[in-house]
């Protein structure tokens, strides 16, 4: 088959792409494709013709997201409408990457599937309206606190930090599921190419707080734990410009459902990514 990804060249895409090897990956760049116009996204679909398309590509920089809102809801909506709609007049399948930032956090337990969409920030918004753009044929993954080997991420910031005298301060008042893009690509590939639609979680498994994550790091890298201190998000100097949610665990029943194994626990592949960076 002919899959067409974008974002080819992020976190996610990076480790994706390989796994699509025994069939032909198409991966354009932003010279080639702007997701955000309709005419070069449809031209493209048309031209490129593939079976499978996964969107990869995404504004992710919450903070960011508030005061570009324009710009976020463009690549995350309008662009996943775009991709829709050539999907649909080539006959293809779309398969669109979306966040733990679609829920408020409110929940006591973990959010499935089925529960309501009520997003807090900017982004939030733009990702829920991404989803409901995707149509009902899609295939839409929702993860969350993804890291890897490629890209900015949690991990090589509290690494770097690490290698500094100040102690690490982290908020223990956020928990969520940290998920790392080597278990997760695998699981996004053979969602596409079975053409599963609906929406699924796939996360790895450990619901932490930010500050108990900083701790796992710290000591995957060999580095004194202690060194990690919590705080509350409302003692964060400067204040962030977007709200999170509280509570981002998500329980993966969709994928149980469906017969796939559940991902391991985040400390494994976070040990490898350590071992991996250095």
Known sequence: MRILVTGAGGQLGMDLVPLLRPHEAVTPGRRELDITDRASVLRTLRDSKPDIVVNCAAMTRVDDCESQVDRAFAVNSLAVGHLAEGCRLIGAHLTTISTDHVFDGTKPGAYNERDPLS????????????????????????????????????????????????????????????????????????????????????????????????????????????????????????????????????????????????????????????????
């Open 119 to 278: 997003p807090i920030s900017v982004y939030g918004r733009s990702k829920a309206a991404g989803e409901s753009r995707a149509g009902g044929d899609a295939t839409i993954v929702r993860t969350s606190w993804l890291c890897g080997e490629f890209g900015a991420n949690m991990v090589k910031t509290i690494l770097g930090l690490l290698r500094e005298d100040a102690p690490l301060r982290f908020v223990d008042d956020q928990i969520g599921h940290p998920t790392f893009a080597a278990d997760l690509a695998p699981v996004v590939c053979e969602l596409a190419l079975q053409r599963r639609s609906g929406v699924f979680h796939v996360t790895n498994q450990g619901a932490v707080t930010w500050f108990e994550f900083a701790r796992a790091v710290a000591a995957a890298a060999g580095a004194d734990p202690r060194r990690v201190v919590p705080c509350a998000t409302a003692d964060l100097r400067p204040l962030r410009p977007a709200p999170r949610p509280a509570n981002s665990v998500l329980d993966n029943a969709a994928l149980r459902l469906a017969g796939f194994a559940q991902a391991r626990d985040f400390r494994e592949p976070l040990a490898e990514l350590i071992c991996r960076l250095r």
